[in-house]
């Protein structure tokens, strides 16, 4: 933990009094956004201190060219940045003709941030102490709209406490802006058109290079004593356009400037009609008014939480964390389109750049599975099967042939454009989280339906990469993966990663099974399958051999698969005998230093026996535990979930609930001292899992629904659902009993604790 100014709530995120130290954390803390657009918590007034300015479109990018120092073959032409759009929050406040910024003010009193997650909205209010004597009481809350998912509404209210005073408002659009992850710090937007319409300013802009085009919008009115103030003046230049409104203002009564803002998108209508179809956005959010889009916005977020909420009693800020995990997630991804994906940082930052990492298959499938419904699941892998033919491509590039597929470490639109070697092209094993995505998604939703459609295909070219990026050892008569990163990428370029082998052995056996089931039960869509890949059944019996001989590094002294050729060679101390002041070694260490460490970023020997755990013993599982984890630093914000879920399967809670802690408050806590930079999103799902999978003990086996609940020390009881097969089960575990209650429309038989238990739908039953 490396801060504690988070207020423990159970519904929301406080935060009380102003800190200029912890301005930009809590800008990431208290990010919002509805699937369609985000942004960082910056004020809408003027801050002359240190932020990050950040407002984000959903699939709206720019392709940074590389930046290197020495280009090698194979390299991406360009890094994907997930790009800082055009503000339309801002509003400069003067009172008696001084700016309000609470940089230069005098003080700041009564300084409260709430970010309300069951409702969706997000509230700072303060007393404002100005150079010129004035005391200012401001309270501003925004929303972006999930109805209306083009659509961000602003109500911002100033009150002279002991002075009446003059108070001008001035809303404004700006195009003029830059992202703070840039490689060479191009110019990203063009702007081609600025006008200002009455109350209304727009302004077209257009990505560099990508050529999105955009319109960011905005619609403001002020209202005192019940009467609205008309506006001033427009202006506008090359990049901003602005609206003014001045009105003199008695001390104790309140002036409100509501401003709707957003933008329309060339990805979702005609380039040439963004400026009208954000005119009919306007008007809607105009003639409903704040409080009518504030009252849909509760009903909007009343729905996701019916079906996503977690509640944990007894221990209120594990029942915070999990809250803002699912809360965040739901900002950033809601399924409804298929050409998007969740990036590593949602809309609260920019680092890593990319739609989407293998952190989406991995991680994020199993929570849109269980808490959406299979639409949205398939959503997400449509996505990877729409990028099937630049996954080739990108083989293709480094020497592959035959249509094997490589899926990117990093993409926006298929085409790999991730530029640090040692994970682009040796960080391979993220192909077969897909195929195990296809996998988890049939065996959790009963669907197959996808595989004949779409899947094999995916399946098959992920086969053949692997059965490609083999080679024959005549020393060990096996079959060997030469130069890899694994999960830990705190080892590069490393031979005989175990995860990576066995990845790559599962993915050619299941990639022959769904073929051999496809021909046989599906021939029509053989057919076509085989004429478009030209696949054969020496081809499969090749993948069949290749498989069976692939070698794992095990040793015999410790009885477990060793995470690479090399691992034993390493000087072995752990991580409980490393100074605390070295940690993280992220942060502390030289590249080289932590590359010839035994240390573990994050669970890649543990990571199989996460995907795989059915194909081990529980004894098995407890060996390679109690060797891998005490080198592992969790410095992945992918870590501790894994951790989390393996130690419950142990028995040992106060270990999972240690690690839950954790994950579901990484950000909040700030452990890896880095939420300034944004939100750790798709960890968040993992968060999700550490409750479901570990203390719940959910499976899939046999096509059966199983659980072994436990229940941490720490906590009075926990409930959660589970959407399985378009049936609702309701799970409640106290520490005196579990719960299983049924909605749907037949009897579902699940197991528990190993025994057979069938519900029936309206009823609860003791397991």
Not at 216 to 227: D, R
Not at 240 to 258: D, M, N, P, R
Request: proline share 3%; hydrophobic share 35%; aromatic share 14%.
């Amino acid at each position: 933990m490396n801060q504690d100014y988070i207020k423990a709530d159970a519904w929301s995120i406080v935060e009380e009094g102003f800190d200029k130290e912890r301005v930009k954390s809590s800008e990431s803390l208290f990010s919002i956004g509805n699937g369609a657009m985000g942004q960082r918590a910056n004020f809408e007034e003027n801050y002359s201190g240190e932020t990050f300015q950040g407002s984000y479109i959903a699939g709206v990018y720019y392709p940074d060219k590389t930046r290197v120092g020495w280009w090698k073959n194979g390299y991406p032409e360009y890094f994907a940045k997930v790009l800082n759009a055009p503000n339309w929050i801002g509003i400069d406040v003067f009172v008696n003709g001084d700016p309000l910024d609470l940089d230069t003010c005098k003080a700041v009193k009564d300084f409260k941030r709430e970010l309300n997650m069951r409702e969706g909205w997000y509230q700072r209010s303060f007393v404002a102490q100005m150079a010129n004597g004035i005391e200012l009481q401001v309270k501003a809350t925004r929303f972006l709209s999930l109805d209306l998912d083009e659509l961000g509404v602003i109500a911002y209210e100033v009150t002279p406490i002991n002075l009446d005073c003059q108070i001008k408002f001035v809303p404004y659009l700006d195009s003029g802006i830059t992202n703070e992850d840039s490689n060479w710090d191009d110019k990203f937007w063009n702007t081609t058109k600025v006008d200002v319409m009455g109350n209304q300013a727009f302004i077209d802009a257009h990505t560099m290079k990508t050529n999105f085009a955009t319109c960011t919008f905005m619609e403001a009115q002020v209202a005192y004593n019940g009467n609205s103030v008309s506006s001033n003046t427009g202006t506008r230049n090359e990049t901003y356009a602005s609206i003014e409104f001045e009105q003199e203002v008695a001390k104790g009564e309140k002036i409100t400037l509501t401003k709707l803002g957003g933008y329309t998108v060339s990805r979702n209508h005609d380039k040439t009609q963004l400026v009208n179809v954000a005119k009919k956005v306007l008007k809607q959010g105009s003639e409903l008014g704040f409080e009518a889009l504030l009252a849909k916005q509760e009903e909007a977020w009343a729905k996701i939480w019916e079906m996503s909420d977690i509640t944990i009693e007894g221990d209120i800020k594990a029942q915070q964390g999990i809250r803002f995990n699912i809360f965040q997630l739901n900002q950033t991804y809601l399924g409804k389109d298929s050409r998007l994906n969740i990036g590593p940082k949602g809309f609260t930052g920019e680092k890593y750049g990319g739609s989407t990492y293998w952190d989406t298959e991995a991680y994020c499938l199993p929570f849109y599975m269980a808490t959406k419904n299979q639409k949205v699941a398939w959503s997400l892998l449509e996505y990877r099967y729409n990028h099937l033919e630049k996954a080739i491509e990108n083989a293709e590039k480094l020497g592959f042939t035959n249509g094997a597929a490589l899926y990117p470490m990093v993409t926006m639109n298929g085409e790999e454009c991730h530029n640090e070697w040692e994970i682009t092209f040796e960080e391979i094993h993220r192909n077969g989280a897909i195929s195990f995505a296809i996998f988890n998604y049939h065996r959790f939703t009963g669907d197959y339906s996808y595989i004949p459609k779409m899947g094999l295909e995916v399946l098959i070219g992920i086969a053949r990469f692997w059965h490609q990026r083999v080679n024959f050892s005549e020393d060990k008569q096996r079959y060997v993966m030469l130069g890899v990163t694994g999960p830990n990428e705190y080892e590069n370029n490393v031979n005989n990663n175990w995860y990576t082998n066995y990845l790559a052995k599962w993915c050619m056996e299941y990639a022959l099974e769904q073929v051999r089931i496809v021909e046989k039960e599906y021939p029509q869509d053989f057919e076509r399958i085989q004429a478009k890949t030209k696949i054969t059944s020496e081809e499969t019996s090749d993948w069949a051999r290749v498989a069976d001989q692939m070698y794992f590094p095990f040793s015999e002294k410790h009885q477990v698969f060793l995470q690479q050729d090399g691992f034993l060679d390493k000087d072995l101390v752990q991580v409980s005998d490393l100074d605390k002041s070295e940690r993280p070694i992220n942060q502390k260490w030289s590249w080289d230093r932590i590359l010839r460490s035994p240390y573990i970023k994050q669970a890649d020997v543990l990571q199989g026996f996460y995907f795989f755990e059915d194909h081990f013993s529980q004894d098995a599982l407890e060996k390679h535990f109690d060797f891998y984890e005490p080198f592992t630093v969790h410095e992945s914000s992918l870590s501790p979930c894994v951790h989390s879920i393996q130690a419950a399967k142990l028995g040992r809670m106060e270990q999972a609930y240690t690690f839950y802690l954790r994950t579901s408050r990484l950000d909040l806590d700030d452990y890896n001292k880095e939420v300034e930079e944004g939100l750790h999103i798709t960890s968040m799902a993992g968060t999700w899992m550490s409750i479901v999978e570990g203390f719940g003990g959910m499976r899939v086996t046999d096509g059966q629904l199983s659980f072994s609940p436990q229940i941490p020390e720490q906590w009075d009881s926990y409930a959660f659902k589970i959407n399985y097969r378009n049936q609702i089960v309701t799970v409640s575990v106290s520490k005196k009993s579990s719960v299983f209650e049924l909605t749907g429309e037949a009897n579902l038989t699940i197991q528990v604790n190993g025994k057979s238990v069938t519900l029936v739908p309206g009823e609860k039953i003791e397991g």
